[in-house]
């Protein structure tokens, strides 16, 4: 488990390895996460550790207060690369605890995400509000671009995060981490 970034709200780290898995708390009922149970998941904590078997290593980033987790975002190597050559990684989920969803844990998860990463980030919201999420933060539709950096067309419904929109947000995180920023 690599330590990524605190704030006020949390901690967040990397998951390495699948026994990891077994020290942390994942609430799965009362409020816990619930969003992917209809959707492949059956368990989180196996599911988690399914993942981080895989190779190439895949990037599992939590947020955690003690061992409990508040919130987590799966990233993939997507394979192909873009038309400028460009390594391509896929979001292929995210979910932040229902209590503290609208209080910047989610886009904090993307951000990190987005540190371990060079390249273009895609991603599919799986509902209208995951959608203004993602383009809230500057993921963009394949019509929107002139000329889009990659092929999506046959992944409908895909959202793309340009290379500059990536450095920005990261340049931004990073500046407000040195300058003391409440919102970090
Ligand atoms: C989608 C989900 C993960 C979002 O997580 P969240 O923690 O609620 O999201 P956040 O609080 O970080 O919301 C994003 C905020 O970051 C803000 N933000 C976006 N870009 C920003 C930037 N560059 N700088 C600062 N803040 C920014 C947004 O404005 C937004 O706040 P607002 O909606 O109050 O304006 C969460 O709603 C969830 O778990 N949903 C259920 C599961 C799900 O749908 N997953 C996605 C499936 S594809």
């Known amino acids: 488990m690599r ?31 619930d969003f992917f149970h209809g959707l492949g998941i059956i368990g989180y904590p196996k599911a988690f550790k399914m993942w981080l078997r895989r190779f190439p290593r895949p990037i599992l980033i939590i947020a955690s207060e003690k061992s409990r987790i508040l919130g987590w975002v799966y990233v993939e190597e997507w ?16 979910e932040v605890l229902p209590e503290l969803r609208k209080s910047g844990i989610g886009f904090k998860l993307v951000i990190l995400a987005l540190k371990e990463i060079t390249g273009y980030m895609i991603t599919k919201p799986l509902t209208e509000d995951a959608e203004v999420f993602f383009k809230k933060i500057g993921f963009m539709e394949s019509a929107e671009f002139r000329k889009p950096p990659l092929d999506l067309s046959k ?10 929109k990536r450095d920005m947000l990261v340049k931004d995180f990073e500046s407000a981490q040195t300058s003391g920023s409440s919102r970090t």
């Open 155 to 164: 992944h409908p419904k895909y959202l793309i995060l340009p290379i500059y």
């Open 3 to 33: 330590f990524l970034h605190e704030d006020n709200c949390c901690s967040y780290y990397r998951l390495e390895v699948a026994s990891e898995v077994d020290k942390l708390d994942i609430p799965e009922e009362d409020g816990g996460f």
């Open 79 to 94: 394979g192909n690369t873009s038309r400028d050559g460009r390594t391509i990684h896929v979001l292929r989920a995210i």
